[in-house]
């Protein structure tokens, strides 16, 4: 395929973007990769950490700490808690939160401060400052200075205070700064999740920092027993008053019960119980008995009505007497003569007939006992009947009592709701005036024995050792800060990397193919630079000597084994392959921007191709600047341009290299010639290339840079194709991308690109794990090996 005449806008499409292939995810060998090319502007800053460290403990002061351990402890006034009226539990965080707020009080520390006078402790009130803190302060002093602070409004003015006046206001001023420091500067923390807090303070003298320490401890005490002792006083104070106003209440209630229960006639028995209830319940009692008598006398009497109601004759088999009645023996002896007679008439009749006088004698006794019987029956039922009237009457006479009993019990139950309320509202405040006098008691008892409950289970020690600085967190930690300081900076570096490094850069970020990497050449006749070797500028090449210059110029002639020819060699092949069939080839060589080194990429690839048998001829074609054959040492009077205007051909001007058969045209630079363009362009030029076709298999054409001038773009339709020489890490991505989006034609024509200038030690850090990059090493005794074998026999 002929890559030369394919179409820009048929090729893959340029990236939009220079981020990469933008995966979501994070690349760990790309991370990696940075680390290792920013490595020493890590370290360097991590020393320079490490050495701010070390500055900053030699300029600091020696601190020492004191720690007293204070345990919140309810056990120790169990006793006291079970009868005081004011006693809390210690058993949420908020409890212990608040034990440190009163630790760090302002009123504990003015204690603290007045006893161990403190604000004339010049070590407590001008301690010795580290250089950090008086740099701190200087440029404080210098900001006020400039920016003085306004007076406050109402400001004191001491030159009008007389000298005990002013004295005193400037002794309450230190106190108060003492207190303030103070304050500010004592650590009160709890210890875990346990009931201790740890109370510490930390100062350049040890024995102040000691008697700080146990201050605080027993002014906490002395504080937590005072405010037992005003809490319980206050308590048996108020419940004094309390307790009159109680008893008061509680009198008045009861007197007012008693004094509703006369007015209303609710007398209680010696059970409680009104009498009205009581007599209601009596009568409800007789009411009942009264009930089931006369039920019972009922009965009796309906019966014996019945029996006399069915007759004499009936009177007989229906007589059923209760052996309880007064009557009943009477009435059984004239059964059993009834019974008798009636068994003798019986025989009688039955042995001598009806008509027997003694049957007839018997007929009329036995009528006559029947009569009795009746008689008899007749003379109970009136008396059961009367049995009965009587106890309905009782029973209506107690249903009379027990509803004139209802009604007062009604009236007295209402009235009672009342007397009930009254009661209950006696009988509270009488429970609540005992309930006050027993806690006024207990409070009573407690003021003659406080008790706090805490207490010191650590006492403070004198410090034998600083606290502070801490050597290895101070040096950890600058440490950290300065790897921190170098990956920033080795971040801002990455991001600030535009330019390309890798052959990946030249195939995704401009979507040319990639030649191969030209390393740095050294100053030196035939000497290919070391790895690491200093990049050699456009200043240094001026400072060079001829000789060394045209040195520069055969390094693929005098190292045909080095990885500089290797990369030309690579790019022979591959405008080999896209010119295939062509006849006489012209290769452009190009530039974006100046000093890149296509001069010399243009002579080392016309020596190669030349060396290699071919014919070749080198042009310089950089009008305005001839480099190519400054570098070449070619001074002369005629070159391509007297060529071209004249319509002469390239053996009038050209020179030919004894040693490889490469013809050259110089370039020779007339004063300030503008119009190269043109002649680049012109049929003259046409022909003196179309002459050399006839005549080089290779027409190499070293040509101006494509940014500053437009002399390439005006020859661009002679050549077959163009190699873009970039130079590493120094050409902007984006201007190369942006200089091909607006030159298609020259773009499309472009073979492949190398990149020049390589520093191969620092190219393995930018190279991709596995990548050829990293294997440079490699390849280089290789190189040399191949290098002493043709250096035996010259080409």
């Known amino acids: 395929m002929n890559y030369a005449n394919f179409p820009l806008d048929k090729r893959m499409p340029l990236p939009n973007s220079d981020a990469g292939d933008g995966e979501d995810f994070i690349d760990i060998e790309r991370l990696l990769g940075m680390a290792a090319r920013q490595a020493k502007v890590v370290a360097v800053c991590a020393v320079i950490g490490l050495f701010l460290g070390l500055l900053y403990l030699q300029t600091t002061p020696p601190k020492y700490q004191s720690i007293a351990s204070v345990l919140i402890d309810e056990g120790l006034n169990k006793i006291v808690d079970d009868i005081s009226a004011t006693s809390t539990t210690m058993q949420t965080d908020s409890a212990i939160l608040s034990q440190i707020e009163i630790l760090t009080s302002t009123r504990l520390a003015a204690v603290v401060v007045d006893k161990l006078k403190l604000d004339q402790n010049d070590t407590f009130m001008n301690p010795p400052q580290s250089a950090l803190a008086q740099g701190i302060g200087l440029i404080r002093g210098l900001i006020q200075y400039v920016r003085p602070s306004s007076p406050m409004p109402g400001g004191t003015d001491f030159s009008k205070l007389d000298p005990a006046a002013r004295d005193a206001l400037i002794a309450t001023s230190r106190r108060d700064y003492a207190i303030l420091k103070l304050q500010s500067e004592v650590r009160a923390a709890r210890i875990g999740r346990s009931y201790v807090i740890a109370l510490g303070y930390q100062a350049t003298d040890p024995g102040l920092a000691n008697a700080i320490t146990k201050a605080y401890a027993d ?36 007197l007012a019960v008693e004094k509703f229960r006369a007015e209303h006639g609710l007398a209680a028995n010696s059970d409680g119980q009104l009498m009205s209830d009581k007599q209601l319940s009596d009568l409800n009692a007789q009411l009942i008995v009264a009930q089931a008598d006369t039920a019972r006398a009922s009965a009796r009497y309906q019966q014996y009505k019945a029996i006399v109601d069915s007759g004499s004759e009936n009177a007989f088999k229906d007589a059923a007497i209760s052996s309880d009645q007064p009557s009943s023996s009477v009435i059984s002896a004239l059964k059993t003569r009834y019974l008798t007679v009636a068994k ?17 004698a018997l007929s009329k006794e036995k009528a006559d006992i029947s009569t009795q019987i009746f008689g008899e029956l007749k003379q109970l039922t009136e008396s059961y009947r009367n049995e009965y009237e009587v106890a309905q009457a009782r029973e209506t006479a107690l249903r009379a009592n027990v509803a004139a009993a209802q009604g007062k019990s009604s009236v007295d139950n209402q009235t009672q709701v009342k007397l009930r309320e009254l009661d209950q509202q006696a009988t509270a405040l ?166 890149e080194g296509k001069s010399t990429v243009a002579a080392n690839l016309a020596g ?69 363009s043109e002649l680049l362009s012109s049929a003259g030029m046409r022909r003196f290339i179309e002459n050399a076709k006839e005549t080089f298999e290779y027409i190499v054409v070293d040509l101006p ?12 339709p002679l050549v077959d194709g163009f190699v873009l020489v970039t130079e590493w890490g120094r050409t ?42 990293k294997f440079f090493d490699k390849y280089s005794s290789y190189y040399l090996e191949k290098s002493e074998v043709r250096g035996k026999a010259p080409v």
């Open 219 to 254: 002014a906490y005490l002395a504080d937590q027993l005072d405010a037992s002792f005003d809490a319980t006083e206050r308590a048996a104070v108020w419940l004094q008053g309390r307790l009159t106003e109680l008893r008061q209440s509680s009198q008045v209630a009861s």
């Open 344 to 360: 003798r008439l019986q025989d009688v009749e039955a042995n001598f007939g009806p008509e027997h006088p003694q049957a007839v």
């Open 430 to 595: 009488t429970t609540l005036y005992q309930t006050f006098l027993g806690r006024y008691e207990e409070a009573a008892q407690q003021q003659s024995f406080p008790v706090g409950k805490i207490r010191i289970i650590s006492d403070a020690s004198m410090p034998m050792a600083a606290s502070s600085p801490r050597t290895i967190v101070v040096l950890g930690l600058s440490l950290v800060l300065g790897l921190l300081m170098g990956a920033g900076f080795g971040g801002l570096n990455e991001f600030n990397e535009r330019f390309f490094r890798t052959g990946e850069d030249v195939r995704d970020r401009v979507n040319l193919k990639f030649l191969g990497y030209l390393p740095t050449i050294g100053g030196k006749l035939g000497k290919e630079e070391k790895p690491g070797e200093t990049q050699v500028d456009a200043k240094t090449t001026q400072s060079l000597s001829a000789a060394e210059k045209r040195a520069r110029m055969r390094v693929s002639i005098d190292s045909p084994a080095s990885m500089f020819s290797e990369t030309l060699r690579s790019a022979k092949i591959a405008f080999d392959v896209v010119m295939e069939g062509q006849g006489s080839r012209v290769i452009g060589i190009i530039s974006v921007l100046p000093g």
């Open 608 to 676: 190669l191709l030349a060396a290699n048998g071919a014919k070749t001829l080198l042009i310089d074609g950089d009008l305005r600047n001839p480099g190519l054959s400054r570098g070449l040492g070619m001074e002369t009077e005629q070159g391509l341009m007297e060529a071209v205007v004249s319509g002469q051909t390239w053996q009038s001007v050209g020179k030919i290299d004894r040693q490889t058969k490469l013809a050259i045209i110089p370039a020779v630079l007339r004063g300030h010639f503008s119009h190269t």
């Open 705 to 716: 840079p494509l940014g500053p001038v437009v002399d390439a773009k005006a020859f661009a």
């Open 732 to 773: 902007p991505r984006a201007m190369v991308r942006s200089m091909l989006e607006s030159e298609p034609y020259v773009a499309n024509k472009i073979v492949g690109a190398v990149l020049n200038k390589v520093d191969l030690k620092k190219l393995a850090k930018y190279g991709s794990f596995g990548g050829s990059e």
